[in-house]
């Protein structure tokens, strides 16, 4: 599912904006290995609502799972990842 997320002044924010069950279904990465790189600071959420606590993610965070995939294929461990894209 796609949503739109507007800021406190009322406007677009203007990126899709995707869950995290959606950016797993979207990106083929588990939701326990997106929650996984979150927690090591390799990926961050766009925004988090502070009434359910859901994190968003935009088309950004797809392109950078990606370029996660990309280097892991390549054999580089998790900690060369995070140096080299963050």
Excluded: C, W
Aim: glycine share 8%.
């Amino acid at each position: 599912m796609l949503y739109t997320l507007y800021s406190e002044s009322g406007g677009y924010m203007g990126a899709n904006i995707y869950l995290i069950k959606d950016l797993s279904r979207k990106s083929g990465y588990s939701i326990h290995t997106i929650k996984y790189y979150l927690k090591i600071g390799l990926l961050k959420e766009e925004a988090r609502s502070p009434e359910t606590g859901f994190r968003f993610f935009d088309d950004q965070s797809l392109v950078h799972l990606e370029k996660i995939r990309v280097l892991r294929r390549q054999g580089k461990p998790i900690k060369q990842i995070k140096d080299e894209l963050l």
